[in-house]
């Protein structure tokens, strides 16, 4: 029976698992929120600097912007962070891309400017970054989310059927 829920246990921990990777694993710069009204702050983070290297260096580019903001501060889930207030922004999508202290890449994201009192259509996700190929992770990160599904699901299958078998003996 111990060696039933140790096996339930793992199986449960690595579905958890497959689960979480793709989020690691596409988190790079993140601007929280995407979209936000003129006169908004968003916060620019990067998960792939380390802030042991110096600081990180967004350069947001736009309609009306190109400029660089310093990292302000150590995110919570590790890497840096910075607060950027729109106001005087032109309505439109700006990119940032992130060089991190040691010179290395630490990703892009976008975010969008609109007027004040607009409601965007269909409610944005927050971050929008990504690097150049993610969608290789993303595809890999749901086979192993089904995966795990499918192997808790043939668990909590194995362990009704042998109960049954145990009971009606």
Partial sequence: M????????????????????PAAALADTTVSPATTPVGGTVVLTTTECNPANGDALFHVTGPDRDENIRSTT???????????????????????????GDGSNGGSATFTVTPIGATPVGGAPAGGGGKDGDTGVLVTGGVLA???????????VRRRR???TTTAA
């Fill in 162 to 164: 042998r109960g049954a």
């Fill in 74 to 100: 150590a995110a919570a889930g590790g890497g840096l962070s910075a607060e950027l207030f729109t106001a005087g922004f032109t309505l439109g999508t700006y990119s940032v891309n992130t060089t991190c």
């Fill in 146 to 156: 089904a995966a795990a599904v499918a192997g808790g699901t043939y668990v909590l």
């Fill in 2 to 21: 111990k060696a039933q829920r140790s096996f339930g246990s793992a199986a449960v921990g690595v579905g958890l698992g497959a689960l979480l990777l």
